[in-house]
Structure formats: C-alpha cells, structure tokens
T-cell receptor, first 112, second 114 residues
C-alpha cells in the first residue's frame, strides 16, 4: 500500500534562517506531488506541484522554493525565512491520471 | 477567480443529531470534489471523493452529494458522535488547475457535544 511521510512534525526557526522540509511517498511510481500551506485563519493554499523529477510549477510568488531530486521525494526550501512563512505545511500526492489526493501529517513551522 | 466556500464556519450539535455541511464552488468545470477531515494539528484524512459524473457517494454514516449545475456539494453526517468533532474541508479539482491540484474551502469546524 502507498504511504506518505513528512518531516519534521514541528519546527521553530529564527527569521533569516534556512528551511528544508522533506516529503517522501512509498508504494507508487511517478506520482504527482504537491506542497500546500495552511496559514492561521486561512484555508489551504497550493504552493508548488510536480509531475516528475526536476519538474516544478509554482502557484504563488513567495520566499519558498521546491525541488524533486528523486521520483518520490519532494523538498520545500527557503534560503532566509520570514515571519510570514509561519504556518502548517502539507505534502500531498496523487497517482498520475488518478483522482484521489492523499496528504501527509504536516509540518508546523513557527518563525520567530 | 475559482473559489470554494464552506458554510457554516463552525457548528456545535448534541450527540446523535444528523447534520449537513455545505460547500459551494464557482465553476462547474471540475474533475472531482473531495471531502476531508482534519483533526487539530494533524494532516488531512480523505473521507469521500465524488467524480464530476457522479451525484453522490456514501461511506458508513457519511453521505456526500454533488450538484455541478448549481455548484454545490453537501456532506451529511448521520447520528453524530463526539468522535466526529473535527474540521471538515471541501476541496475541488478544477479542470483549469495545474495537474489536478485542489482548491480548498476554509472548512467547517464541528463540535459534537456528548
């Protein structure tokens, strides 16, 4: 069966520090991968999606970037965090041509 | 702009009551609509997925309906239990969205009182 792993679960980082959040999917090949953010009091917003290794599409301009170095690995990064980057970050996957999306357990990021 | 709206934002009901959560979307050109449950500080658990060609889906005490022409979906929860307390999110996969990404509503926070 397919599983999705996301880590760390919680992270507190100072303003200006770098960020790396990792997401891996097991039990499937060539999935579509997504990063969403849930800011306080707001709905989930799509940040990035990827249809294959090295293929990244950005939905909104921001201080973050994403990379997909391996088929089932999706990384969210920042060189210098801002206070406004605080939020709950969720990774999701969907089979290529599939319909249902599945989500990881999320990372709570607090920038101080 | 393609949006998803959920009403009410919060709901508190006594245990055993049947309830309906509402979701509306702005464009009928969708692939599917998915209902999720989110417990505090946790990820999303998929509850039901309705394809654009379907009218409803059922799983246990949950029933979700879809009316594309009016841009509406409802999630019906029968005989609510305290364990149903969570935030329920409606998400739509619009045909114009990149690679079937989801557009989410802001959720309905449900509290079932024992």
């Amino acid at each position: 069966s397919q599983t999705i792993h996301q880590w760390p679960a919680t992270l507190v980082q100072p303003v200006g520090s770098p960020l790396s959040l990792e997401c891996t999917v097991e039990g499937t090949s060539n999935p579509n991968l997504y990063w969403y953010r849930q800011a306080a009091g707001r709905g989930l917003q799509l940040l990035f999606y990827s249809v294959g290794i090295g293929q990244i599409s950005s939905e909104v301009p921001q201080n973050l970037s994403a990379s997909r170095p391996q088929d089932r690995q999706f990384i969210l990064s920042s060189k210098k965090l801002l206070l406004s980057d605080s939020g709950f970050y969720l990774c999701a996957w969907r089979e290529t041509g599939g319909t249902e999306a599945f989500f990881g357990q999320g990372t709570r990021l607090t920038v101080v | 702009k393609q949006e998803v709206t959920q009403i009410p934002a919060a709901l508190s009901v006594p245990e055993g009551e049947n309830l309906v959560l509402n979701c509306s979307f702005t464009d009928s050109a969708i692939y599917n609509l998915q209902w999720f449950r989110q417990d505090p500080g946790k990820g999303l658990t998929s509850l039901l997925l309705i394809q654009s060609s379907q009218r409803e889906q059922t799983s246990g005490r949950l029933n979700a309906s879809l009316d594309k022409s009016s841009g509406r979906s409802t999630l019906y929860i029968a005989a609510s239990q305290p364990g149903d307390s969570a935030t329920y999110l409606c998400a739509v996969s619009y045909r114009s969205a990149g690679r079937r990404a989801l557009t989410f509503g802001s959720g309905t926070r449900l509290q079932v009182q024992p």
